[in-house]
T-cell receptor, first 114, second 113 residues
Framework: DAGVIQSPRHEVTEMGQEVTLRCKPI?????LFWYRQTMMRGLELLIY????????DSGMPEDRFSAKMPNASFSTLKIQPSEPRDSAVYFC????????????FGPGTRLTVL | AQTVTQSQPEMSVQEAETVTLSCTYD???????LFWYKQPPSRQMILVIR??????QNATENRFSVNFQKAAKSFSLKISDSQLGDAAMYFC??????????FGKGTRLHILP
């Protein structure tokens, strides 16, 4: 199993640009989570999906952030327009809806907004 | 609302010694899961150990074990025979069923050679 796949691993962009982060969950997992990690705020849950449906997006900081899960094997997190304070490591995680209940994390995308 | 508290932002332990990381949580549920995740400098989040709340027996994984006190809502992680590779950020986490997982703010563990 390849695990959770995230791309890109690193992204450097300029303020005002659109950024799209991508995630492929582990096959068969029904839940998908997007997190943001910074030194100041720690690990924050942004949004999570069950069976491709957004369940809780209360962690999405503002309207500049949006997430989609068009099918069970793909999700995107988009920031438009990006700002320097969005610089962080963004993690995607997936878990089976039944059984183990643990989350499997991707390697993260380090985003730097200049 | 459920919360997870890790009261030790940083800890240090001598190599080969034993260290215990503290975690408390708040919930009104009786059935849930607890986890310890490790995040080394590579940033990869790795599951260390998990505990089902309905199980009284404390989980153990090699050098890692937990002390689960359900009534006290306490879930500490003990690392025996600490190794340099154990240096990392450790996160305690709580999850009820299919709900979102709630993480503590983490404890940074330093291993002193």
């Amino acid at each position: 199993d390849a695990g959770v796949i995230q791309s890109p691993r690193h992204e450097v962009t300029e303020m005002g640009q659109e950024v799209t982060l991508r995630c492929k969950p582990i096959s068969g997992h029904n839940s998908l989570f997007w997190y943001r990690q910074t030194m100041m705020r720690g690990l924050e849950l942004l949004i999570y999906f069950n069976n491709n449906v957004p369940i809780d997006d209360s962690g999405m900081p503002e309207d500049r952030f949006s997430a989609k899960m068009p099918n069970a094997s793909f999700s995107t997190l988009k920031i438009q327009p990006s700002e320097p304070r969005d610089s962080a490591v963004y993690f995607c995680a997936s878990s089976p809806q039944q059984g183990a209940n643990e989350q499997f994390f991707g390697p993260g995308t380090r985003l730097t907004v200049l | 609302a459920q919360t997870v508290t890790q009261s030790q932002p940083e800890m240090s332990v001598q190599e080969a010694e034993t260290v215990t990381l503290s975690c408390t949580y708040d919930t009104s549920e009786s059935d849930y899961y607890l986890f310890w995740y490790k995040q080394p400098p590579s940033r990869q989040m790795i599951l260390v150990i998990r505990q089902e709340a309905y199980k009284q027996q404390n989980a153990t994984e090699n050098r890692f074990s937990v002390n689960f006190q359900k009534a006290a809502k306490s879930f500490s992680l003990k690392i025996s025979d600490s190794q340099l590779g154990d240096a990392a950020m450790y996160f305690c986490a709580y999850r009820r069923g299919d709900d979102k997982i709630i993480f503590g703010k983490g404890t940074r563990l330093h291993i002193l050679p």
